[in-house]
């Protein structure tokens, strides 16, 4: 499985195009007044809508080879997030996920993660780091109500299972190119806690799942599967 778009709401969409384009440097498009940022394989395309004290979470997948070099190229251009339990900005992953990461803040308050996995072979950068060596968008966060529900009904319509240790709070689903993190409403995101998962306007597309279909976890959230 992998996330080939997804689609959310910002506040002001001027300043998201400067992050992305100006700070990051990711090619960024217009369409009918919103925009398409590339990243990868994947595609973030961001329409206006209201202000919220909520926070959407994505992660970007980067080379393992390049971890370091991504974190320097990152830490130039944005503040990182420290985790609540060790100080730290770079982090590794839960028991069993083989990856580090690195958080930071998105122009409308986003929850947003470079994370290298281990066992995903992506074309590593000769030297240094760059936007162009984002591979994609490997993780999205969706907010429901009751996350073994949610992670059941994937699994009994799409063949979608769960992807390491789960709660009822915390649910991955997928696989290491891609994954829904269900996250039940108002849970803390990592690392530092300071925002929370709520119901945000959100639509995900799919890709290599096998069986097609939508299917809406909250009434906010949509997942499209081609």
Do not use: Q
């Not at 969409?13 to 940022?37: K, M, Q, W």
């Not at 769960?162 to 994954?179: H, I, M, Q, R, Y």
């Not at 849970?187 to 069986?211: E, I, N």
Request: net charge negative; charged share 20%.
């Amino acid at each position: 499985m992998r996330i080939s778009t997804v689609e959310h709401h910002v506040s002001d969409l001027a300043a998201a195009v400067a992050f992305y384009r100006d700070l990051l440097g990711l090619p960024v498009s217009y369409d009918e007044g919103s925009a398409r940022v590339t990243l990868g394989s994947s595609e973030l395309w961001l329409t206006p809508g209201p202000a919220t004290a909520a926070a959407h979470h994505l992660a970007f997948d980067v080379p393992a080879e390049n971890f370091d070099a991504a974190v320097s190229w990152l830490a130039e251009r944005v503040p990182l997030l420290r985790s609540a339990d060790t100080g730290e900005h770079e982090i590794e992953g839960p028991a069993g996920w083989n990856s580090r990461s690195a958080y930071f803040t998105g122009p409308d308050g986003e929850v947003l993660e470079l994370i290298a996995r281990r066992r995903v072979r992506h074309r590593p950068a000769p030297e240094g780091f760059g936007p162009e060596h984002i591979a994609s968008i490997s993780e999205v966060a969706i907010a429901v109500d009751d996350v073994s529900a949610t992670a059941a009904e994937l699994g009994r319509r799409f063949g979608l299972t769960s992807f390491g240790p789960s709660s009822e709070t915390f649910g991955p689903v997928g696989e290491e190119a891609g994954l829904l993190i269900l996250m039940r409403t108002g849970r803390a995101m990592a690392p530092d806690r300071v925002k929370h998962s709520a119901p945000l306007p959100l639509t995900v597309w799919l890709a290599d799942v096998g069986t097609a279909g939508k299917f809406r976890p909250s009434d906010a959230c949509t997942v499209v599967i081609d």
